[in-house]
């Protein structure tokens, strides 16, 4: 079946069972992480104190780690639920936020994919790379790399870390160590609206929590920020408080023949 029918069908799939995606992320895009997964049709739940989420993972269908704004504490946490998620068989979808800019950051990540079994790792290039020990820097959450050699790292990523690997850029770039698929949607304002990765990687767990394999579920992700990215630039133009209100507007209206009018979905 092609990647945009799978994305699709991932979609019909959300919004048939709204799974429970469980998240313990940043405190800078929590709230958007959250409403973005309730305007997709799951349902987000944010927590990270471990008498709370030992109980809360037994009705989770998936779980988001985000290492944002990562303490000695969440840390524990994340590691500590990602082993559990794991035992139940729940996907886990891992941000390495910031990986390249701190030690803390580059070694927590490595920590998290070592002691884990991730599904889908998403980030940046910066991010990604500096994983494979390939560049040390990001700046700050942001990535300074370019998306020239994406296909090959993204292949290495996914092979190294025996996971989906999707990197964010103007062509997103996602990898099982075999396939590579492309995604052309997008708008450069997507960059300059804090949490836009953030979200993409709540919406990957969205998509695995309805039951989709980490390739489907990287690339829907992908395909349905950067469509809504682009539809609401349309409407807001520059005005960026506008376009961020319009990007939530736009991924609660999506559907499948939108995706299918406008997803550049590309299977290498
Ligand atoms: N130059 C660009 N043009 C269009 N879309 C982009 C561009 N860079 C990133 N995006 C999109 O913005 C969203 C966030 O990606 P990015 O900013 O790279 O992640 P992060 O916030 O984790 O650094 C993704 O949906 C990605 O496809
Ligand atoms: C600015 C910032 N600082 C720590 S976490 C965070 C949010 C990063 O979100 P994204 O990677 O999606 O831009
Ligand atoms: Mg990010």
Redo the contacts with the bound molecule.
């Keep these: 079946m092609e990647m945009l029918k799978k994305a699709c069908d991932g979609l019909s799939k959300i919004r048939e069972k709204s799974p429970l995606v469980h998240h313990i992320t ?1 405190y ?2 929590v709230n958007d992480c959250a409403n973005i997964t309730l305007a997709i049709g799951a349902s987000p739940v944010m927590s990270d104190e471990i008498e709370d989420i030992l109980d809360l993972i037994k009705i989770a269908n998936s779980l988001v780690l985000n290492i ?2 990562l303490n000695k504490r969440t840390v524990e946490s994340m590691i500590y639920l990602g082993k559990e998620a794991n035992k139940l068989n729940i996907p886990v979808v891992l941000d390495p ?2 990986a390249g800019a701190t030690k803390l950051r580059t070694g927590t990540s490595l920590k998290i994919l070592q002691e884990v079994k991730v599904r889908v790792l998403r980030g940046n290039m910066s991010e990604i790379k500096s994983l494979l020990g390939l560049s040390g820097n990001t700046k ?2 942001d990535s300074t790399e370019k998306m020239d050699d994406a296909e090959d790292v993204a292949i290495l990523a996914a092979k190294k870390f025996n996971c989906t690997v999707g990197i964010s850029g103007e062509v997103d770039v996602i990898s099982d160590g075999e396939r590579v698929v492309k995604v052309f949607n997008g708008n450069s304002i997507l960059t300059r609206v ?6 993409v990687t709540s919406l990957t767990g969205c998509f695995l929590g309805a039951g989709c394999d980490g390739l489907t579920s990287s690339t829907a992700a992908y395909l349905i920020m950067g469509l809504a990215g682009e539809r609401a630039y349309k409407e807001s133009g520059d005005n960026i408080g506008t376009f961020k209100v319009r990007l939530f507007d736009e991924i609660f209206n999506i559907n499948e023949d939108r995706l299918k009018e406008g997803g550049k979905v590309e299977e290498c």
């Excluded at 804090?194 to 979200?199: A, I, Q, R, S």
């Design positions: 940043n800078v895009s944002g704004t936020v910031g700050g959450v804090t949490g836009t990765g953030c979200m």
